[in-house]
């Protein structure tokens, strides 16, 4: 198992910036990679961004690039979440996920999840 807890978010006005972080705890040595969902509402969860735990290798969603990063600390098993520029649109509950390379090759994955944090971008 894997315990996921959250912390940053508010509220800030558009243009304005925030910090996520993630601090997993548990089952964590077999983690793949690490990365940020969001669900506004009515709306699907999304990805936001990922990251390998290895290689540290990043992914973003095309509506983030450029104005958020994400980051690790494998000492701590701590992701974040630096996010600039932020619209009303970004305005949504954002989740840490966590997933797990179970068979260690890459074959079967267990996904595990945070909270929840919500983030409101003022217009």
């Known amino acids: 198992q894997v315990q996921l807890v959250e912390s940053g978010g508010g509220l800030v006005q558009a243009g304005g910036s925030l910090g996520l972080s993630c601090a997993a705890s548990?089952?964590?040595?077999?983690?793949?990679?690490m990365g940020w969902f969001r669900q506004a509402p009515g709306k699907e969860r999304e990805f936001v961004a990922d990251?390998?735990?290895?290689?540290?290798?990043?992914s973003y969603a095309d509506s983030v690039k450029g104005r958020f990063t994400i980051s690790r600390d494998n000492a701590k098993n701590t992701i974040y979440l630096q996010m600039n520029s932020l619209k009303p649109e970004d305005t949504a509950v954002y989740y840490c996920?966590?997933?797990?390379?179970?068979?260690?090759?890459?074959?079967?994955?267990?996904?595990?999840w945070g909270q929840g944090t919500q983030v409101t971008v003022s217009s």
């Open positions: 996920r966590c997933r797990v390379d179970t068979s260690r090759l890459r074959l079967i994955f267990n996904d595990y």
């Open positions: 548990g089952r964590t040595f077999d983690t793949y990679t």
């Open positions: 990251i390998s735990w290895n290689g540290g290798s990043t």
